[in-house]
């Protein structure tokens, strides 16, 4: 509200309803014929407000930080009684108004604390799981033995417990306690194993010398893997045996496809790393023209793969041992046919054996 210092008398009066000038003490205005005296004006007075020190902007922040101050006791003293369990069971209202600021007075406790800053929980690194190995049983804690594995020579296969593991030289990490039978292995060398026993949160180290594996004996000819039909020919100059054959698509091929064109044909028994070198040139020499290979025990899933990541795109066609006898190809034996175009072994070469 405004205050007023003085109510002061004017020379002149103004008629409330046309405001014409009247004398000072006229109750009747000439102009409109109002009745003054009625109207209840007989002065017209002006007004001054009191004068205060400061500017009224000052004046009005210091009443509103008054009232914001009294707002907010307000609302400390209504959480404070909210959180009294005799006040919030004898008046519940009091409770449902100040269970919310309650909440936001938490969080924003909780939020200053956060950017004030407290010691963050120290980060726990779990240990690498620890690999099973078949043939061994699980200590009853975790404990972490390591074992070192050398050959001579090296780059050989590390067999633990029967299981493939690596190669020479080989550092295995977390393992558990107990016995191992360890094994490296190369192509033309024997075979070395040992027994081992790892302690608990200690190493060993292993080295194992391999002999190269002595020539083997000439032995008699090759037994046919099963007896050949009779009308098959002795692969030597003469016609070739026919065979129709699927490969892992289910394509048919046959011998007479080829008729009128110099066919290369490798027969192989297994997909192993010398078969796969001998797919690979027959690849490059021929590329994939005129050519096929024929595998007698076929691994569809090893074959696979091995055609899609090697991009072959020579047939390999799926057969059995018959298809062997009929060629008389020896058991595990690769071996290279050249077929004239008239169905005639010209070239019959040994190309691997295991």
């Known amino acids: ?116 800053g407290r010691e963050s929980a120290p980060t726990v690194v779990e ?53 191992y039978t360890v094994k490296v292995a190369r192509r033309g060398y024997t075979s070395v194993s040992r027994r081992v026993e790892l302690k608990p949160n200690e190493g060993m180290t292993v080295t194992l010398q391999m002999k190269p594996a002595a020539a083997p004996k000439p032995s008699a000819a090759p037994r046919p893997a099963a007896a050949p039909k009779p009308s098959a020919q002795q692969p030597s100059g003469g016609l070739a045996p026919g065979f129709t054959l699927k490969d892992r698509r289910g394509v048919i091929y046959r011998l007479s496809d080829f008729r009128g064109r110099r066919l290369t044909l490798l027969m192989i028994w297994n997909l192993d790393g010398e078969a796969e070198q001998l797919i690979r040139s027959l690849q490059a020499r021929t590329g994939g023209r005129d050519a096929v290979v024929i595998m007698i025990r076929p691994n569809r899933l090893a074959l696979r793969r091995f055609i899609d990541t090697e991009r072959i795109t020579v047939p390999v066609l799926l057969a059995n041992p018959d298809v062997a006898a009929e060629y008389r190809v020896p058991e595990d034996v690769a071996v290279l046919f050249t077929i004239s175009d008239q169905g005639r072994i010209l070239n019959r070469q040994i190309a691997a054996r295991r």
């Open 1 to 116: 509200m405004q205050n007023f210092s003085r109510v002061a008398p004017k020379t002149q009066q103004v008629c409330p309803m046309c405001h014409a000038q009247l004398p000072t003490g006229v109750l009747y205005c000439d102009a409109c014929g109002t009745d003054l005296s009625r109207a209840g004006v007989l002065f017209s007075t002006s007004v001054r407000p009191v004068s205060h020190h400061g500017s009224g902007a000052a004046a009005l922040v210091k009443r509103s930080a008054v009232i914001a101050g009294a707002v907010l006791a307000l609302v400390i003293g209504l959480a404070g009684l909210g959180s009294i369990p005799q006040v919030s069971a004898r008046v519940p209202v009091i409770g449902t108004i100040t269970a919310p600021i309650r909440g936001a007075i938490t969080q924003a406790v909780e939020w200053g604390s956060s950017l004030v």
């Open 127 to 179: 240990d690498p799981p620890i690999p099973t190995i078949p043939g061994v049983d699980a200590p009853p804690v975790s404990i972490t033995p390591y074992l070192v594995v050398n050959s001579a020579p090296d780059v050989a296969d590390v067999y633990l417990n029967g299981s493939l593991v690596g190669r020479t030289p080989l550092t295995l990490y977390s393992l558990n306690s107990g016995r």
